[in-house]
T-cell receptor
Framework: AQSVTQLGSHVSVSEGALVLLRCNYSSSVPPYLFWYVQYPNQGLQLLLK??????LVKGINGFEAEFKKSETSFHLTKPSAHMSDAAEYFCAVREDSSYKLIFGSGTRLLVRP | DGGITQSPKYLFRKEGQNVTLSCEQN?????MYWYRQDPGQGLRLIYYSQIVNDFQKGDIAEGYSVSREKKESFPLTVTSAQKNPTAFYLC???????????FGPGTRLTVT
């Protein structure tokens, strides 16, 4: 069965610093992987997705993620954090043979001025 | 603008009462989903529907019920049998054959 592990329930960075949010997955088939962002009391917004093809995926708001099959990882990065990036981020993998998504427990990103 | 609407944003109920949460989409998506979110946890799937008049239980369906009479609508009823109904409820939809889901703004339900 698929699963998603997000390392670190909270990550704190300074404004302008590199953002790195970690996601590892388990899947018995080539995975479809997603990153979503959630601002307080709002729904989730799709940041980016990996299905097939290029392993470096660019998303909205300057975020990108790299699919590394050998490491079963899909870490999310942004070169320079902005105060508006403060939110909760969820990694998800598509479940085998269906269109259900399995979500990680989330990482709350704090950006210090 | 196309999107997913959930109403109301905040909902308060007394223990023992059933309550129905609304979810409407005008994206022409075939599949719709209901998730529950609790503090510090990820999203847990309650029910999903891939076609009108058909739906399947997710991981935590006990104490909930749904209907899918129209493509655009997927209401969720939280029944009195749900032991701990206070949570943030999120509705999502997706195209058939496409994995990414699009989410509504959520309904925060408080039961006292």
């Amino acid at each position: 069965a698929q699963s998603v592990t997000q390392l670190g329930s909270h990550v704190s960075v300074s404004e302008g610093a590199l953002v790195l949010l970690r996601c590892n997955y388990s899947s018995s088939v080539p995975p479809y992987l997603f990153w979503y962002v959630q601002y307080p009391n709002q729904g989730l917004q799709l940041l980016l997705k990996y299905t097939t093809g290029a392993t470096l995926v660019k998303g909205i708001n300057g975020f990108e993620a790299e699919f590394k099959k050998s490491e079963t990882s899909f870490h999310l990065t942004k070169p320079s954090a902005h105060m508006s990036d403060a939110a909760e981020y969820f990694c998800a993998v598509r479940e085998d043979s269906s269109y259900k998504l399995i979500f990680g427990s989330g990482t709350r990103l704090l950006v210090r001025p | 603008d196309g999107g997913i609407t959930q109403s109301p944003k905040y909902l308060f109920r007394k223990e023992g009462q059933n309550v129905t949460l609304s979810c409407e989409q005008n994206l022409n998506h075939d599949a719709m989903y209901w998730y529950r979110q609790d503090p510090g946890q990820g999203l847990r799937l309650i029910y999903y529907s891939q076609i009108v008049n058909d739906f399947q239980k997710g991981d935590i369906a006990e104490g909930y019920s749904v209907s899918r009479e129209k493509k655009e609508s997927f209401p969720l009823t939280v029944t009195s049998a749900q032991k701990n109904p206070t949570a943030f409820y999120l509705c999502a939809s997706s195209k058939a054959g496409v994995s990414e889901q699009y989410f509504g703004p959520g309904t925060r339900l408080t039961v006292t």
